[in-house]
Each structure stands twice: as structure tokens, then as C-alpha cells.
């Protein structure tokens, strides 16, 4: 089976523009999550995406907003962006809620 | 706030060392899971335990559970180079269906040749 992907890899954005970062899952997967990871707060959850419904949300902004496809492919696009939006972002797939995920290698999203 | 605690932050040994390191939660938990990050790269899967196990093995891996005391320890015997990486504990809460799994902060394992 393939493994989970993340498009793009790299990304350098200005703030106050947006970005829409995109993951397609394993193949039979059909939970998606998306983690945001800095060096200073670590690995944070955004979302969880299920059947194309959000199952479960991160405490974060508005700004960040996600969606799921029926075909699983997710995507998470950040507004406005801040200087602080810098981070690794990390999807990750999974066949069923609490079982292991199976992460991408994620997008690093510079902010300037 | 962060599920599970890992500890220690950070730990350096010599190649050939076993490498322990301990993960403590605060709820119920279905399973506890371990995770290794590879600097920069996305996160691999190690090992499963459920609250019903006690001990789990994989390879050079080895894992405990304690739910009376709410903790978990990774072994990692005969190290090597290649096991240099960030180590996370994750915990699948018994909270209901809406639970997610929630991730420590890490353990950063530096294996000296």
C-alpha cells in the first residue's frame, strides 16, 4: 500500500496570505488528522476528519479550517497567516478512531 | 493540556546501551501507543499496548503498561546510531467516541557511536 502523502512539501508564504495544504490518506483509510508541531509548543492536534465530517477540533483559531473528501483526501487551509503559523504540518490517517495512525512526512510552512 | 508526560526530556547514551524511557497519563485509556520521529519527518509507528496488556514486545522493543499507576516505559535494547530520534508517547482516552488520541511532548534520544 501506498503511504500517506502531503502536497506540498515546502512552502513559503507573506503573512496575511492563506495557504491550503492537502494529504491523501491510505488507501481503506478513512480517518484523517492533522497536527500542527514547533519546537516551542510541540505536537498539537487541529482536526480529526471522519466520512467527511470534523469528528473532533483542536483549540485553535478560525483561521484554520480543514475538509474531507469522499475519497478521504483531505485538505487544511490556514487564513490570514501570522509569523507564528511556522511550523511542520503533519497529517495522518488511521482505519479506525484510537487505532495507530500512519502519518505523512509532512509540510514545513515558513510564514515571512 | 498534554495527555501524556513523557521522561526524560532527553536522554544520550553510548551505542550498545538499553535506552528506558517513561510516559505517565492522566485518564482512562483504551491503549497507549509509541511513536519515533526521525528529525524533520513525519511520525512512524512503533508499538501498541491495550489497557488489558501488561507487557508487549517488538523486535528490540519492549513496553510496559501500569494502569494502576497511570504509566508506560519503552525499552529500547542493544541501541544503535539509527535509533537516534524524538520518542512520543500517545494516549487513546476512554472519553467516549469523540476522543482523540493526544500525543506527549517527546523524548529526544541521542545513541552515541
Known amino acids: 500500500k501506498a503511504g500517506v502523502t502531503q502536497t506540498p512539501r515546502y512552502l513559503i508564504k507573506t503573512r496575511g496570505q492563506q495557504v491550503t495544504l492537502s494529504c491523501s490518506p491510505i488507501?481503506?483509510?478513512?480517518?484523517v488528522s492533522w497536527y500542527q508541531q514547533t519546537p516551542g509548543q510541540g505536537l498539537q492536534f487541529l482536526f480529526e476528519?471522519?466520512?467527511?465530517?470534523?469528528?473532533n477540533k483542536g483549540n485553535f483559531p478560525g483561521r484554520f479550517s480543514g475538509r474531507q473528501f469522499s475519497n478521504s483526501r483531505s485538505e487544511m487551509n490556514v487564513s490570514t497567516l501570522e509569523l507564528g503559523d511556522s511550523a511542520l504540518y503533519l497529517c495522518?490517517?488511521?482505519?479506525?478512531?484510537?487505532?495507530?495512525?500512519?502519518f505523512g512526512p509532512g509540510t514545513r510552512l515558513t510564514v515571512t | 493540556s498534554q495527555q501524556g508526560e513523557e521522561d526524560p526530556q532527553a536522554l544520550s547514551i553510548q551505542e550498545g546501551e538499553n535506552a528506558t524511557m517513561n510516559c505517565s497519563y492522566k485518564?482512562?485509556?483504551?491503549?497507549l501507543q509509541w511513536y519515533r520521529q526521525n528529525s524533520g519527518r513525519g511520525l512512524v509507528h512503533l508499538i501498541l499496548?491495550?489497557?488489558?496488556?501488561r507487557e508487549k514486545h517488538s523486535g528490540r522493543l519492549r513496553v510496559t503498561l501500569d494502569t494502576s499507576k497511570k504509566s508506560s516505559s519503552l525499552l529500547i535494547t542493544a541501541s544503535r546510531a539509527a535509533d537516534t530520534a524524538s520518542y512520543f508517547c500517545?494516549?487513546?482516552?476512554?472519553?467516549?467516541?469523540?476522543?482523540?488520541?493526544?500525543f506527549g511532548k517527546g523524548i529526544t534520544l541521542s545513541v552515541r557511536p
Open positions: 495522518a490517517s488511521s482505519s479506525h478512531r484510537g487505532h495507530e495512525q500512519y
Open positions: 488507501s481503506g483509510h478513512r480517518s
Open positions: 476528519y471522519f466520512s467527511e465530517t470534523q469528528r
Open positions: 485518564t482512562s485509556i483504551n491503549n
Open positions: 499496548i491495550r489497557s488489558n496488556e
Open positions: 500517545a494516549t487513546d482516552p476512554v472519553t467516549g467516541a469523540n476522543s482523540k488520541l493526544t
